[in-house]
Structures are given as C-alpha cells and as structure tokens.
C-alpha cells in the first residue's frame, strides 16, 4: 500500500479499520497479538489488533505506531519509520472515533514539538484502555468503526444519505416543524421509520398497541404513545421483548433509539441536552432499512 493511492480521509481511515478488524479479528490490551506474530509467524499487520491499531494499519502504518515516540528513545526496540503524514491521519480519524463514541477528548492545544505524542496518549487512553479494552466485542468495534464513518461522511451532505442508519442532528423545534409539514399538525400522524426492521409506526398505531398491551413507567404511571413514538420500535409494545431473542415473529423488533447504537437522529434541546430518535418515516421512504 502506497501513500499516494490511500485514501487519508478519516471516513475511509474508519472504513477499513472495520475490515482489518472483521478480517484480522479484534485484540485487547494491546496494539496487535505479539503472540500470534511470535508463535504463527504471522505478520503485525495481519494480526488480531485492537482499534488503534486497526486504524494505524488503515493508515499504512503498523499498528505500534501510536507507541513509535516512545520506542525511538528505547534502542532495543525496532522501529519503523512513521510518515508524518500518514500519523497525522490516523491521529484525526481516531480523533473523530473518539468523538464518535463521546469519549470526550480534551480539546486544549498542545504547542509543543511533541503535540502528536501528546494526542497519541490520549487517545491510547481514551480508545485504548477506557474503551476497547473494556472490553469490546469484535462486533461492537467493527459496527461503531463503520458508524463513525457514516458520521463523518453526512458531515459533507447534512441531508444527504436517506439511510435509516444515517446520523443526522437537529433541534427539537426543527423536528417538530418537519413533522408538521410531512404529516400535519396531528402528531397521532406522525410516522417514525424503525432503523433496525424498517417498520413504519405512527402515534395512532402507538396508541392502539398500548391500548392492547398497557405498560407502565417505574413510577407506575402509565406510557403514552408520545413516550415511546420515535423512540423504541413498536415491537417492544407488542411483545418482541417476551420469549427466546429472534423468536419473535409479529410486527416490529426490540430497537430502540436510546441504546448502544442511538438515533441515528440526534434531537438537540433548548438546555443544551439531546435525545436519540429514529427518522421520521418520509425522510426514508424506499430505502432498505439496512442500506
Ligand atoms: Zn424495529
């Protein structure tokens, strides 16, 4: 792999940092799995690997890379040279992972010849050890490497995708203003489209399935469809979250838009909080819910 036909952008940095790892398989504690290079002579690169060194490799660098100032004052240790270019890469495409998961960065600059170092540490904190090391499933890293990539490429088209999955950022009045012009004044009208299933439920159907399965709050009171509508898949009303996982055969699953993996929409509010909440139905009209 050459510099000159990678593509640096940290979208396409995350992109293949997901297949590295999909491929290579995922390491904890450690930037690729020493004993697997030591005992199966197999190459770094090709390694188990954790997320930093997934997104070093997808940088063509080697996965150590994040380490490579502190080995250059260690003379025992190997070193390779590290292009400045491609570290500045992969700094900024972790650096957008990190804010992806909200794993809150410090954001002060560092003008020191060592600012690269600096941010590299942070990041072996942050994603590393605080993070990956959690430890992470092979599949959690893989889906928010490629999330953090669809992250970054709306950054350039803020409507653009139509993708259930696509992340998107709005204020709560924005929302209710674009409901408003799609489905009227009535939010019993009002359509969210499920990003997992696909399945579109409005405030009516919300309001029939509650009244066919009541449910209450852990207050006791009970959940209104203006609870729930763009927030959980209407499955979860229905009864998807009764019975073995994946047995469930009815209308709708068990997603919801405040878990793991939020929104994708992201409502900001008035006191500076956001909530999570799935697309509305129009935005998504003939796309597959896994596109
Ligand atoms: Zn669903």
């Not at 190997?78 to 960065?105: C, N, S, T, Y």
């Not at 605080?130 to 490497?145: I, K």
């Not at 995708?161 to 009208?189: I, N, V, W």
């Not at 499955?235 to 878990?259: D, N, P, Q």
Request: with cysteine; glycine share 8%; net charge negative.
């Amino acid at each position: 792999m050459s510099a000159t036909t990678l593509d640096l952008s940290p979208a396409a940095i995350l992109r293949r940092a997901a297949t590295i790892i999909d491929r290579n398989g995922l390491m904890i504690a450690d930037y690729y799995d020493e004993d697997q290079q030591i005992c199966e002579g197999t190459s770094s690169r090709d390694c188990r690997v954790c997320s930093l060194g997934a997104i070093a490799i997808a940088a063509g660098l080697p996965p150590t890379a994040w380490a490579s100032t502190i080995k250059q004052v260690d003379p025992i240790s190997e070193v390779e040279p590290i292009d400045p270019d491609q570290f500045e890469a992969a700094l900024a495409a972790a650096e957008a992972f990190a804010k992806h998961l909200r794993l809150g960065l410090p954001t002060d600059d560092v003008a020191t010849p060592y600012r690269q170092q600096v941010r590299s540490n942070r990041l072996e904190v942050a994603v590393g050890r605080e993070w990956n090391d959690r430890p992470q499933t092979q599949e959690t890293v893989v889906d928010a490497l490629r999330a953090a990539a669809d992250d970054l490429l709306l950054v350039d088209a803020p409507n653009g995708g139509g993708a259930t999955s696509t992340h998107r950022t709005l204020t709560q009045a924005e929302l209710l203003a674009e409901a408003a012009k799609q489905f009227g004044k009535d939010p019993m009208k009002w359509a969210f489209q499920c990003p997992s299933c696909g399945d579109v439920a409005t405030g009516q159907d919300f309001k029939d399935a509650l009244a066919a399965h009541p449910r209450k709050h852990s207050n006791r009171k009970p959940v209104l469809a203006s609870d729930v509508i763009g927030q959980e898949c209407i499955g979860r009303t229905l009864g998807a979250l009764k019975g073995r996982a994946g047995s469930w055969t009815g209308r709708g699953c068990t997603w919801v838009a405040y878990g793991l993996f939020r929104g994708p929409w992201e409502v900001t509010l008035t006191d500076g909080r956001s909530m999570w909440c799935f697309p509305l139905a129009d935005a998504v009209v003939g796309v597959a819910p896994d596109a």
